[in-house]
């Protein structure tokens, strides 16, 4: 079946270097792929999501390329943020049955000054 | 913005007692889910719904019922509650299949199983 596979369960770093999250993924056909980020104390919500036409989605400087070739999804941003900490869960919607949407285990990120 | 409530907010059950969680939506989504959220697990699905009177299981159904009675409204129902389900529980609602599938998250449900 389908599955996403977050690799790191903490990232920790220090505020102003990258931040590269992984996420891999396993679909029998052609999915849209996610992130979601929940702050503490909050509800998930959508951080960005993959174009039918591979545009590379961008927000709040965090973006996504999808590789095909590789199933991956990695979350990058060039400079980390102290409001960044977060957990971050990557997920796929199989184009079949885009009404299921499988979550990774999540990654937390925490950023110190 | 899309809005989605859940109640309880937070509860604290007997073993073996029944559990509903209540979810309710005002997006006009077709599309409600109920997650759990477990420390090294993620968020797993255990039932979903795309139209009123009819529910799907998810991943994870054993041990857990659901009801949609409505399009707005989406329930959890515990039979018999385990120290296992002790976990938060999200539900979430979304639109169309269109461009993929975005979900609206409610607040979430503390559930203490004791």
């Known amino acids: 079946g389908d599955s996403v596979t977050q690799t790191e369960g903490l990232v920790t770093l220090t505020e102003g270097l990258p931040v590269m999250l992984n996420c891999t993924y396993q679909?029998?056909?052609?999915?849209?792929l996610f992130w979601y980020v929940q702050h503490l104390n909050e509800a998930p919500k959508l951080l960005l999501k993959s174009f039918t036409d591979n545009k590379r989605p961008e927000h709040q400087g965090f973006h996504a390329t999808l590789h095909k070739s590789s199933s991956s999804f990695h979350l990058q941003k060039s400079s980390a943020q102290l409001s960044d900490s977060a957990l971050y869960y990557c997920?796929?919607?199989?184009?079949?049955?885009?009404?299921?949407?499988?979550f990774g285990q999540g990654t937390k990120l925490s950023i110190k000054p | 913005e899309a809005a989605v409530t859940q109640s309880p907010r937070s509860k604290v059950a007997v073993t073996g007692g029944k559990v509903t969680l209540s979810c309710h939506q005002t997006n006009n989504h077709d599309y409600m889910y109920w997650y759990r959220q477990d420390t090294g697990h993620g968020l797993r699905l255990i039932h979903y719904?795309?139209?009123?009177?009819?529910?799907e299981k998810g991943d994870i159904p054993d041990g857990y019922k659901a009801s949609r009675p409505s399009q707005e409204n989406f329930s959890l129902i515990l039979e018999l509650a385990s120290l296992s389900q002790t976990a938060v529980y999200f539900c979430a609602s979304s639109g169309t299949k269109s461009s993929g599938n975005t979900l609206y998250f409610g607040e979430g449900s503390r559930l203490i199983v004791v």
């Open positions: 719904s795309y139209v009123a009177d009819s529910t």
């Open positions: 679909s029998t056909y052609s999915p849209f």
């Open positions: 997920a796929l919607s199989d184009r079949c049955n885009q009404g299921k949407l499988i």
